[in-house]
T-cell receptor
Framework: AQKITQTQPGMFVQEKEAVTLDCTYDTSDQSYGLFWYKQPSSGEMIFLIYQGSYDEQNATEGRYSLNFQKARKSANLVISASQLGDSAMYFCAMREGYNTDKLIFGTGTRLQVFP | GAGVSQTPSNKVTEKGKYVELRCDPISGHTALYWYRQSLGQGPEFLIYFQGTGAADDSGLPNDRFFAVRPEGSVSTLKIQRTERGDSAVYLC???????????????FGEGSRLTVL
């Protein structure tokens, strides 16, 4: 069965520093997609970045990059130059199947950025 | 607004009562998803609509849960005979199409927090 594992319940980082949030996944599908979402205290899930299983290059979106290691089945999120507004819950997710955008989520990591 | 809208934002009810949660997706989005997020957990899939029909309802926990989308836009999640274990945030999301390619980004609402006393 498909599964997402986030082993860090909480992380702290100082403003302007980089931080890596870990994510491993398990699937028997050859075609899949990996996502990271941010959930601030307002509750809304905000899409950050996407990596397709056939993409050879790591995805990047501004200060976010996804360190995709297919053989290890890991998809870690790297946030560079952390800002106070980055404090939130971060969820890794995997698209299950091909003709759907149904996502399976991990349990999340709470990131706190301090001055 | 242009985003996914969910009402009510908060609902407190008593055990055994019936509740309805509404989701108004982004205009033109054909796919609509309901998720449930319990405290300290990630969102769990409940049901997915493509247009008016439920394409996948495998996440509905039991027959007390039902969802409709009669005109392919607004959706209502209905919970009968509520139980304390139903307390959670119910998230709705929409997307422009089931992709399989491309990002397939889901756009989420802020959720409806349900508390069953």
């Amino acid at each position: 069965a498909q599964k997402i594992t986030q082993t860090q319940p909480g992380m702290f980082v100082q403003e302007k520093e980089a931080v890596t949030l870990d994510c491993t996944y398990d699937t028997s599908d050859q075609s899949y997609g990996l996502f990271w979402y941010k959930q601030p205290s307002s509750g809304e899930m905000i899409f950050l970045i996407y990596q397709g299983s056939y993409d050879e290059q790591n995805a990047t979106e501004g200060r976010y990059s996804l360190n995709f290691q297919k053989a290890r089945k890991s998809a870690n999120l790297v946030i560079s130059a952390s800002q106070l507004g980055d404090s939130a819950m971060y969820f890794c997710a995997m698209r299950e199947g091909y003709n759907t955008d149904k996502l399976i989520f991990g349990t999340g990591t709470r990131l706190q950025v301090f001055p | 607004g242009a985003g996914v809208s969910q009402t009510p934002s908060n609902k407190v009810t008593e055990k055994g009562k019936y509740v309805e949660l509404r989701c108004d997706p982004i205009s033109g989005h054909t796919a609509l998803y309901w998720y449930r997020q319990s405290l300290g957990q990630g969102p769990e899939f409940l049901i997915y609509f493509q247009g008016t029909g439920a394409a996948d309802d495998s996440g509905l926990p039991n027959d007390r849960f039902f969802a409709v989308r009669p005109e392919g836009s607004v959706s209502t999640l209905k919970i009968q005979r509520t139980e304390r274990g139903d307390s959670a945030v119910y998230l709705c999301a929409s997307s422009s199409n089931p992709s399989g390619s491309g990002t397939g980004e889901l756009f989420f609402g802020e959720g409806s927090r349900l508390t069953v006393l």
